[in-house]
């Protein structure tokens, strides 16, 4: 597993991510995928590491996953629960950061409701001149990128399976579909879809389009483009347009924790405008797979019975390649420190 190419201390973003990066993000996790497929699931590489997973907000997946992939690199692990904590006394984030740190931890992987809390953390550990290497597990509505590179490489493994690569990318069509204001796997995979040369549309109610998205293409109403050089967006307010000859399609989960506001007059009606079923799915390129990042609302995103068919949906194998891509993340950030 080559690190010539990765000299990142932190992953707190895609937006900067280089080719390069991407490429070896994706050929690790191929290695991490073999080691995942012996019979001795381990190796000896982050051996007498210490990844602390601080999660500030609940997680299934990620923090799981994290914590596996964490154990099969040989590394200890510290698990943070905030209920337990002494948050419950007054004790500032940075505060348990530096608890953290002078335990011996070499990373740290924080999640978190508000955006930007692990941009601080790794802000407070350069400023102390330390070694720790901080991974961004999903801030607020920001970002999810290790979420994203697992997306990533479950679409470039079912396209070249034993060598993954962005490339493979290049003038596919992939349509992101459901509730992207308040997504941050959505913000991630916009910056490395794009990045890979694919056309990537965004569709979804008016009311679950943010601002920001649209500032990003040309013009307004249900189709436009973006300006962005060398980055092909395009944002549609039906979900038709986005789906016709989608080479894939990712649909988000409604996230009602983070509404505010009365965005949707019912589950039922945006099933019906925008959930992904089988007859929509003909729109698209007849090889279409499917994605979701889950947890998944059953019959309001995605029809139940689409979700559970192997034909078409590649669910489960971004939950297994969650691990893999999680190794290849805490390997090339903790290669340096063995």
């Known amino acids: 597993m080559a690190t010539a190419t990765w000299t990142r201390r932190h992953v707190l973003s895609l937006e900067d991510f280089t080719s390069a990066e991407y490429d070896t993000l994706l050929q690790t996790a191929a290695s991490c995928r073999e080691v995942l497929s012996r019979r001795t ?35 200890d692990t510290l698990n943070f629960a905030p209920g337990t904590s002494s948050l419950t006394k007054g004790e500032t984030i940075l505060d348990t950061a530096k608890t953290y740190l002078a335990m011996g931890a070499d990373m740290m992987v924080i999640r978190h409701r508000e955006a930007g809390v692990p941009h601080a953390i790794a802000q407070e550990m350069d400023r102390l001149e330390t070694n720790v290497g901080i991974l961004n597990a999903g801030d607020g509505q920001h970002e999810h990128p290790s979420q994203a590179l697992l997306d990533l490489f479950t679409i470039t493994s079912l396209l070249d399976f034993e ?34 040369g694919a056309e990537v549309h965004l569709a979804g109610p008016p009311t679950l389009v943010p601002q920001e998205f649209a500032e990003y293409v040309q013009g307004t109403g249900d189709q436009a483009e973006s300006p962005i050089p060398n980055r092909r967006l395009f944002l549609h307010w039906e979900v038709e347009p986005a789906l016709k000859d989608a080479d894939f399609v990712m649909t988000l989960r409604l996230q009602k924790e983070r509404m505010t506001a009365h965005l949707l007059p019912s589950l039922r009606e945006y099933h019906q405008r925008y959930g992904i079923t089988r007859d929509r799915l003909k729109l698209c390129h007849p090889g279409v797979k499917i994605l979701h990042p889950g947890p998944v609302n059953r019959g309001v995103e995605i029809s139940s019975e689409l979700m559970d068919d192997p034909e078409f949906s590649l669910i489960s194998q971004q939950v297994t390649s969650g691990v893999a891509v999680r190794m290849a993340l805490l390997y090339l950030m903790g290669s340096g420190k063995s």
């Open 41 to 75: 699931k381990k190796v000896p590489a982050l051996q007498g590491q210490v990844v602390a997973n601080m999660f500030f907000e609940p997680s299934t997946r990620t923090r799981s996953s994290f914590e596996l992939a964490a154990k099969r690199l040989s590394a």
């Open 163 to 196: 060598y993954p690569r962005l490339k493979l990318l290049a003038d596919k069509k992939i349509a992101i579909v459901g509730d992207i204001i308040h997504s941050r796997v959505a913000r991630s995979n916009i910056w490395s879809l794009t990045a890979s």
